[in-house]
């Protein structure tokens, strides 16, 4: 299957995506004039595409499949009455309403497009009229709204990709008085607002980030829906895409990883796999974007980053619940990669039904095995690696560490930052996002982007460096320990060198070494956030939760001792009840120092495990 053209230039570095002020489209662009429509191809990109609608992600021959899938699997029998239940719920709500919060009409744009594409699958699947009119009220009652925030471009592109799909998907039972103004809005309030963002070759067109890719997909899938109509502006729009789209999707790497953490990368490979599938149905897998490579691979990062306790490894404003990826499904069916089927699967109990769970609904799961599925997995695209001990056990251990990168978009101040599972319990957490609409404090003050809220170190009582990047190293294995080695040298201008080994022993236990230099004397306090109950013995501590116990011991240095402090903020930050710190003091400022700490999970009543592994020196 094709997935891309030749290899797309290094596009330049945007500006974090994560902003939620107004964007202005620049008055020029040094890279073209305004009236130069970005044209990377003479071939008419329409020439093969699909006779009427629908075309986009599914067709009409695909229902089929899907009802098949129905009758013969109870998990897909259960997605559908899932979603019938949904579209009845939805008949005695009131439809979404043009709503800003701290800016954004995210709340509004992301229900529209999850009703609409609800309604729109199952009144194709069953034909129920209620659920029809029902898509077309939310449909009127968006289209009426005075814009879709261009400001903040990214609502305009969730916007228009639901009117994408209500458009396409419904347009067979439409009036043509229904298709018109359903149309005129999906032009004059989505497409016509890309536009100057194409001609001009303006921000979120050469963004590196997740706004690249959600936004040249949603205008794609526009394009498509209405250029019978339209074909000039769809003609534009497609040209643009392919030139435009290759800048977010490079960010992928061969590896899969996304550097915004695995809630973006979700997000991400989200919007990519609707600009793939789109592309597939409508044109026949015509005007596929260079930079697709890492595509393939971006569902192992979102296995590999889910813990067994099926929480995420919650870095850069990534929630620890995962949000549903039914995009696992197609790539597990186009890649022949059952264990993305799998993993999925394995969620639909715990997360909300998507509609594109039973639209892109795969049968054919599969455990991760055999050499494509290692039980440690280092990402250097993202700067992430994951250990664990089984992939089917939901006791088994797992560790996730991050090197990365401050400055990418969505991060926090949490180089060496780790979380770690055991026995059903997350001994070592992330605190997650905060709502950074709610304070008029700079992101970096909010204590949860801050370093001293994660699993990592705080030298002086500082912040990490908002520049500072780390480098993560290759899968180290011994006979007893596998682990990774992350160069953190840059997270402070005050230290000269620090080293993180961190890594399995015995597949029994964590350890952890930190390897600091200093010119000058510094405070080095080692943290780890945890809502078990901790008691500290100087050197020793003991967390307790849930019938399992985690063992902290000090191997090295000899004075060093475990303390407990509190993660306390004021409001309106996001508070942290539940929560505590484990911390190590040093009790002297030091220029160097190798901290030596290791993690031992064990169930209560049981003898606890000896763990005789260490770093070599």
Not at 147 to 167: C, K, L, Q, S
Not at 464 to 486: H, K, T, Y
């Amino acid at each position: 299957m094709l997935l891309g053209q030749a290899a797309f230039g290094q596009a330049p570095v945007a500006s974090r995506s994560g902003a939620s002020a107004a964007l202005q489209v620049p008055a020029s662009s040094p890279s073209a004039p305004p009236s130069a429509p970005p044209s990377t191809t003479p071939d008419d990109p329409l020439r093969h595409l699909h006779a009427g609608h629908p075309r986009l992600l599914l067709l009409d021959t695909d229902l089929e499949r899907i009802r098949l899938a129905v009758r013969e699997s109870p998990v897909a029998r259960k997605l559908l009455a899932d979603l019938e239940k949904e579209c009845d719920r939805l008949l005695s709500v009131p439809p979404v309403e043009y709503k800003l919060n701290g800016g954004r009409l995210q709340t509004q744009t992301r229900r529209a497009v999850d009703r609409i594409t609800t309604l729109s699958l199952v009144f194709r699947l069953t034909g129920r009229d209620a659920w029809l009119r029902r898509a077309i009220m939310e449909l009127n009652a968006a289209s009426n709204f005075r814009d879709w925030n261009p400001g903040r471009f990214v609502d305009t592109a969730e916007m228009t990709h639901a009117f994408a799909i209500g458009y396409d998907w419904l347009y067979n039972a439409l009036s043509d008085d229904e298709k018109g103004w359903i149309r005129e809005a999906l032009l004059a309030k989505g497409i016509d607002q890309a536009l100057p963002y194409y001609r001009q070759r303006s921000w979120w067109t050469r963004e590196r980030f997740n706004w690249n890719v959600a936004c040249n997909s949603a205008m794609t899938m526009a394009a498509l829906a209405v250029a019978d109509e339209s074909r000039e502006k769809a003609v534009e729009v497609l040209h643009a895409m392919s030139e435009s789209a290759p800048y977010g999707l490079n960010t992928f790497g061969s590896d899969g990883s996304w550097p915004e953490g695995p809630f973006y990368g979700a997000y991400t490979t989200r919007y990519a796999c609707l600009l793939l599938a789109s592309l597939d149905s409508a044109l026949g897998g015509d005007m596929i974007p260079a930079g697709m490579r890492g595509i393939e691979r971006s569902g192992k990062f979102r296995v590999c980053t889910l813990g067994p306790t099926n929480r995420v490894f919650n870095h850069s404003d990534t929630p620890e619940e995962p949000v549903a990826a039914p995009e696992m499904f197609l790539l597990a069916r186009r890649f022949n990669m059952p264990g993305l089927a799998w993993s999925e699967t394995r969620l639909l109990d715990r997360i909300k039904p998507d509609p594109l769970h039973l639209a892109w609904f795969e049968r054919d799961t599969k455990v991760p095995q055999g050499p494509n599925w290692p039980m440690d997995t280092v990402f250097s695209t993202a700067g992430v690696a994951t250990f664990r001990n089984s992939w089917e056990d939901p006791a088994s251990l797992y560790l996730a560490v991050k090197a990365g990168d401050n400055k990418a978009s969505h991060g926090h101040l949490d180089l060496g930052s780790f979380v770690m599972d055991a026995g059903g319990v997350r001994w070592a957490s992330d605190l997650g996002p905060d709502d950074y609409t709610v304070s008029s404090l700079p992101r970096n003050s909010f204590f949860r982007v801050r370093t001293d809220a994660h699993n990592t170190l705080v030298v002086d009582g500082e912040g990490q460096d908002p520049r500072a990047e780390g480098r993560i190293g290759r899968l180290e294995s011994m006979p007893d320990l596998n682990f990774v080695q992350l160069d953190l040298s840059k997270a402070s201008l005050k230290l000269k060198r620090w080293t993180r080994r961190i890594g399995l022993a015995h597949r029994q236990a964590v350890l952890i070494e930190d390897s600091v230099r200093s010119d000058q004397p510094v405070d080095v306090i080692w943290g780890m956030t945890t809502d078990a109950e901790v008691a500290t013995n100087g050197s020793t501590a003991t967390l307790r939760k849930n019938g399992w116990i985690l063992s902290a011991e000090i191997r090295s240095p000899r004075h060093a001792v475990f303390d407990v402090t509190s993660v306390r903020v004021p409001a309106p930050q996001a508070q942290n009840s539940r929560f505590q710190r484990l911390v190590v003091r040093l009790l002297e400022k030091v220029t160097e120092i190798d901290l030596n700490i290791t993690l031992t999970p064990y169930r209560e009543g049981q003898q606890k495990p000896k763990i005789t592994a260490q770093f070599s020196a």
